[in-house]
């Protein structure tokens, strides 16, 4: 994308050059006036050049006339906080300076930001630039009228704004859903739209983004190279139960110590691994055969994940011990190269390569399931939130900040730095450090340069170079996407459930309260589930959750949220189906 740029550039300039000469010639031919007048005429032009000349300097003085603006964020860690000490500005905040006048004063309490900037609210006294992510605060913002809308603001304060012409409208119509105006510069942005102007790099940029959801079925593939176990072998129900069997049975050994058939991830194997990938792989959908929402503890499918760690963890293949550990402790299990099957995210280790992990997709459930798995395909509204205070004092130059801090020159400088110093610009548009800005980069800038609430993920994506084969980047992608990519895979709109972990029920109303003991009540109910010690034991357990949960009214917390389910069916024109509802219903 820079290099079309320059090419632009270097265009215009050529014609520009062009322009001028046809005009110099035409002038040249045309006067036939005296030398007298010629020279007269001249001097005339040299002064009024002159001056024209000082009054632009003056205008660009003025233009770029020192101004402080002060930023505040409730998300600590970026800019010179997270810096080495002693550096102050980076090659974006440099440029900015430059280009504008604008320098940030920038403030990130530690603690209790939300509170501070809550009391500013009350105060009348915000400041110019305000970076969020506190949805409560957000909206007493823009309730007490106290932020500008995003187009009238730069439409005010910077007309030729490319952020006016160019601004993902998925992006923005996500953030018109969510604030109800366009409010906000979102960072972090990705979406359909955004990848026009910036597409992936390469295919496996493009799988883990449309395809992949951090959650996985792994495999070590030097203890199934050991034990002569296949893909093939693994990728059934039946077949993986028959591999662990024969794991376990192996007397197979690493570093002296003897292999664990399979762990899952640790003290949060509910929501990473049992509510995750395994109810994935055995087609549980939040819907009904109708597309009704409907909790996937309620789908007659989830009783077969819930059965399938039960039976890992009867036939001793999973210890139940393991699933009591915290992250780093039930890590250091799988980068012992000990463990067989890791059922988990796969961006929790760094190792994946080094210890030849890897994913061949679902297990095909005996029942003939459809893996099925959620993937939020919808624009989001990113992470960090930037308003513009209405009290700015400076409104103009920073308009022309964001502008430019935005823009693709700005990204480039925010991401990499300055080309030709800190990175060199590669034949397909991606980019590669030098040694001096790799340096400066790990040294000066603890390896994070960004001013995170400018970062642009879609950008990055399409600036980075794609991952070669054997390294730690390629194992993680060809991991995190192997599920989504599998064919039989059912892959739905996930960004249509966005509202299932929010507030949408009053906690306090009748439903909101029987919602909260749900929750409070389906942890300790999935652990007895599943360490059951025998299947009357199970059958009696898992008829006990249903029986409760219809008690707390589940049918009729299911039928409000359907409500916006079906809402957001209306705004975005999508549906999620239920490819399992003839096998399980």
Known sequence: MKKKIVKKCLALSIIGAMTMGLLACGNSASDNSGSSQQATDSTQQESDAANTGEEDAGEANAAVEDVSIYWYSDVTGWGPSGWANGVTSSPLTDAIKEKTGVSFEIEQPPTDADTKLALMIASNDLPDLISITNSDVINQLIDADKVWLMEEFLQTYDPD????????????????????????????????????????????????????????????????????????????????????????????TVDGQSVIPVVLHGNLWISSSLDGIISETFGVIPVDGEGNYRRREMNPGYKN????????????????????????????????????????????????????????????????AVPAAGINMLAGTGWIQTFVSKDCKNPEALAKAISFATSEEGLWLNYYGVEGEDYTLQSDGTMVRTEEGQARYESEYNSNIWLWPFNDTDFFWNTTPGPEEGTQEYAYGIANAAFGKYEDTYLYDSGLLSFVDTNVIEPSSDLGIKAGQITNYLEGQKAKIVSAATEAEFEQEYQNMIDTLNGYDVTAIDEELNKFLQANYELYGEKIENPNAAIYD
């Open 161 to 252: 704004s490319h952020l006016l012409k160019d601004f993902p409208e998925d992006v923005k119509n996500a953030v018109i859903n969510k604030w109800g105006a366009w409010y906000s510069f979102p960072s972090h942005m990705e979406s359909a739209d955004h990848r026009v102007t910036y597409p992936m790099s390469c295919d496996i940029f493009e799988d883990n983004v449309t395809k992949g959801h951090n959650s996985a079925i792994m495999f070590n593939k030097s203890i199934m190279d050991e034990l002569g176990i296949t893909a093939e072998d693994v990728q059934t129900e039946s077949g993986f139960y028959a591999a662990c069997e024969k794991v376990k049975n192996s007397g197979y």
């Open 305 to 368: 994940a819930l059965n399938f760690v039960n039976t890992l963890i009867r036939n001793e293949y999973l210890d139940v011990n393991t699933l009591t550990l915290d992250e780093n402790a039930n890590l250091s299990y799988v980068e012992s190269g000990r463990v067989f099957c890791w059922i988990g995210n796969p961006a929790q280790s760094n190792k994946l390569a080094e210890l030849n992990i890897t994913s061949f997709g679902p297990i095909l459930a005996d029942s003939g």
